[in-house]
């Protein structure tokens, strides 16, 4: 698979070890930290990774799904213990968004948080010309990153 080559296999779970899951990504993770109503609330920091990437090991019985507003994101959490270790997100829903702090340790390099205005959700998408890409073309989505970036 070429295209997972600069990717690294994370794995990571919820609070009490019932949902279990497998996420390729970069270990350099680009982390979305959105002051939307729920994100705040929630402290939802996240990164972005196309559906092909994640795998759900086991849990998929031991979580339950909250949606508001558009209904289009998905806010997945752990029945048992309530912690949401991924989700469905509105800017991406052909993707997942995970929560780095739901990772196992030893895989991820660097973080690099971004701030996100998802208070005025529609003026960010239309500002931010890479989120949902990020869902799509990994390795592209990563390389127009790091150009914006440095």
């Given at each position: 698979m070429s295209q997972r080559m600069d990717l690294v296999k994370h794995t990571g779970g919820c609070h009490c070890g019932a949902v279990r899951f497998e996420v390729w990504s970069c270990p350099d993770l680009h982390v979305f930290d959105c002051n939307c109503s729920i994100c705040?609330?929630?402290q939802n920091h996240h990164f972005i990774v196309p559906k092909k990437n994640f795998?759900?090991?086991q849990?998929?019985?031991n979580l339950t799904t909250y949606t508001f507003n558009s209904h289009v994101a998905k806010h997945t959490?752990?029945?048992t213990c309530g912690v949401q270790s991924f989700?469905?997100?509105?800017?991406?829903?052909?993707?997942?968004?995970?929560a780095p702090h739901c990772l196992d340790p030893g895989t991820v390099r660097s973080v690099t948080v971004e701030k996100f205005c998802g208070d005025k959700w529609e003026e960010s998408m239309q500002a931010h010309?890479?989120?949902?890409?990020?869902?799509?073309?990994?390795?592209?989505?990563?390389?127009?990153?790091?150009?914006?970036?440095?």
């Open positions: 705040t609330k929630k795998t759900l090991l849990g998929s019985d959490f752990c029945k989700y469905s997100p509105r800017s991406n829903p052909d993707g997942f968004g995970v010309q890479t989120i949902r890409d990020m869902s799509r073309h990994a390795a592209e989505a990563q390389l127009t990153e790091t150009k914006h970036h440095h």
